[in-house]
T-cell receptor
Framework: NAGVTQTPKFRVLKTGQSMTLLCAQDMNHEYMYWYRQDPGMGLRLIHYSVGEGTTAKGEVPDGYNVSRLKKQNFLLGLESAAPSQTSVYFC????????????????FGPGTRLTVL | QQQVKQSPQSLIVQKGGISIINCAYENTAFDYFPWYQQFPGKGPALLIAIRPDVSEKKEGRFTISFNKSAKQFSLHIMDSQPGDSATYFCAAKKDSGAGSYQLTFGKGTKLSVIP
């Protein structure tokens, strides 16, 4: 099993450009998440999904959109990139079965390092 | 509003020593407290987790101590090794109800274990 994979690994954008980050998981997890990680700020939740076709806003959703058309994929879009969106983006997934052993564990991908000039 | 406060920001420990990282939370509805370990260039990975019905959980050299009345929990790494050098994040979440999807993370502690 590959676990959680993310593409691309690195990307440089100019202000105003758009892009989509792809996350895929092969663990049949219901829940998927997008986080951003900035120095000294920890991990902050951007958007999340509790199942195919559903998405919701997290702590820092402005400037981002998401879609979950297939259970195994969760896409993060930046419509008009800004320098403030320079960050490392992590996707994660979890089973959602919080009362079962291991059900709370979130599995993270390797991250996408995005620079917006 | 920062619901999980983590300290220190950075920590240097000699090989064989004990590393201690502390976290405090505000939301009394939290009932799951994990620690994640992140190596440079990698995603975080679950290290160990605890629920508030126990005061301590040990897995190998890693121990979580939990103080429900003080709303604090800590990670102790015994016999610290250079391979433990990483960034550690504490987190908290609710098991059910509104917001139960969300892990709230501390800001992280960068641990360096020197030979």
């Amino acid at each position: 099993n590959a676990g959680v994979t993310q593409t691309p690994k690195f990307r440089v954008l100019k202000t105003g450009q758009s892009m989509t980050l792809l996350c895929a998981q092969d663990m049949n997890h219901e829940y998927m998440y997008w986080y951003r990680q900035d120095p000294g700020m920890g991990l902050r939740l951007i958007h999340y999904s509790v199942g195919e076709g559903t998405t919701a806003k997290g702590e820092v959703p402005d400037g981002y959109n998401v879609s979950r058309l297939k259970k195994q994929n969760f896409l993060l879009g930046l419509e008009s990139a800004a320098p403030s969106q320079t960050s490392v983006y992590f996707c994660a997934s979890s089973s959602g079965h919080t009362r079962l052993a291991g059900g709370n564990e979130q599995f993270f991908g390797p991250g996408t390092r995005l620079t917006v000039l | 509003q920062q619901q999980v406060k983590q300290s220190p920001q950075s920590l240097i420990v000699q090989k064989g020593g004990i590393s201690i990282i502390n976290c405090a939370y505000e939301n009394t509805a939290f009932d799951y407290f994990p620690w994640y370990q992140q190596f440079p260039g990698k995603g975080p990975a679950l290290l160990i987790a605890i629920r508030p019905d126990v005061s301590e959980k040990k897995e190998g050299r890693f121990t979580i101590s939990f103080n429900k009345s003080a709303k604090q929990f800590s990670l102790h790494i015994m016999d610290s090794q250079p391979g433990d050098s990483a960034t550690y994040f504490c987190a908290a979440k609710k098991d059910s109800g509104a917001g139960s999807y969300q892990l709230t993370f501390g800001k992280g502690t960068k641990l360096s274990v020197i030979p």
